[in-house]
């Protein structure tokens, strides 16, 4: 059962300088019962896509169904039947991580021993119980994104988005968070997530799609879409010498597409890296062009994105 499903979904913002294109078009089915991941750079139009979807922002144009319930027509439904947890989050401060959870409930029409029993048991599952009864100001940053889970999930809806779940957090507290959302699949609930980390979408999701400048490049699992990138991938370091190391290698009949980046790195897609590299290495020294580094990998995410994109998502996330 597909739980989302848009057409042509798009969101254009007026701005001084003039109309500014977030969304340009986006097609998308997910099936019930997934963890389905949206990976881009920042900018790229997550967000915004997953603001409609979850009837906070308009749609400029196009059409959705959400949860079984149309977007434009029936907002009120998604809302009964979804979870929505943002980047910025939406917990007080001064308050305890149990009265957030009872008032959410209450919010929801819930009776207060309904609310207080719902709190207890989210507590109990994202392991908050020794902090319950502490103000927010207090959690750590991994322990208020797991409240802030707890929030999106108090009237147990089908689906839930997550934006940028794990932005922030240190190692340990993401891979706890990798846990809860796997967890959460587990027991039934739909998982939308929004991500710029290529390692988060590998190892979570079930399906992904890469968007980038509001349209999406490429879907499928992560499997399938290594795939579309034939080959070993080998790295250069070159000293600088980016244009040089680039215009010999590409000659060579075993090198399938050659790039190189501002910083002068060589990006090679060959057909067997372990007999490219000897090869490269030989050809290299002998015109005095030697690499500083050299490096040999199978395709990742980050192949794919640089192939539909032609920049890489690693140096984005660097620069964020």
Request: glycine share 12%; net charge neutral.
């Amino acid at each position: 059962m597909r739980i989302i499903e848009t057409k042509d979904l798009r969101r254009t913002f007026k701005t001084k300088g003039g109309d500014v294109e977030a969304v340009r078009g986006v097609d998308l089915s997910v099936e019930a019962g997934q963890i389905f991941g949206f990976l881009g750079p920042n900018g790229a139009g997550k967000t915004t896509t997953l603001r409609m979807l979850a009837t906070l922002l308009p749609p400029t144009g196009g059409e959705a169904k959400v949860a079984g319930a149309d977007l434009r027509t029936e907002p009120h439904l998604i809302r009964e039947r979804i979870g929505y947890v943002g980047q910025g989050g939406g917990s007080s401060a001064y308050e305890t991580g149990r009265r957030e959870l009872i008032l959410q409930g209450r919010l929801y029409g819930m009776s207060r021993a309904e609310a207080v029993a719902r709190s207890s048991e989210l507590l109990a599952a994202l392991d908050l119980e020794s902090a319950a009864d502490r103000r927010i100001e207090t959690y750590s940053g991994g322990m208020k994104r797991r409240l802030e889970v707890g929030l999106g999930l108090v009237h147990k809806p089908q689906l839930l988005f997550l934006d940028e779940p794990t932005t922030g957090l240190d190692p340990q507290a993401r891979a706890r968070m990798w846990e809860e959302v796997v967890r959460l699949k587990d027991g039934g609930t739909t998982v939308f997530l929004t991500t710029h980390y290529m390692e988060e979408a590998d190892v979570l999701c079930d399906r992904l799609a890469i968007i980038d400048h509001g349209k999406i490049v490429a879907e499928g699992t992560s499997n399938e879409l290594k795939r579309q990138v034939a080959g070993d991938v080998v790295t250069l370091g070159t000293n600088g010498r980016g244009q040089a190391v680039l215009d010999l290698v590409r000659q060579q009949s075993f090198v399938r597409e050659a790039s190189a980046n501002e910083e002068g790195t060589v990006r090679l897609y060959v057909d067997q890296g372990d007999a490219a590299v000897p090869q490269l290495l030989r050809l290299l020294d002998g015109a005095s062009l030697a690499p500083s580094t050299i490096a040999m990998a199978r395709p990742s995410l980050d192949d794919v994105f640089l192939r539909k994109t032609g920049r890489s998502l690693r140096e984005d996330q660097k620069a964020a």
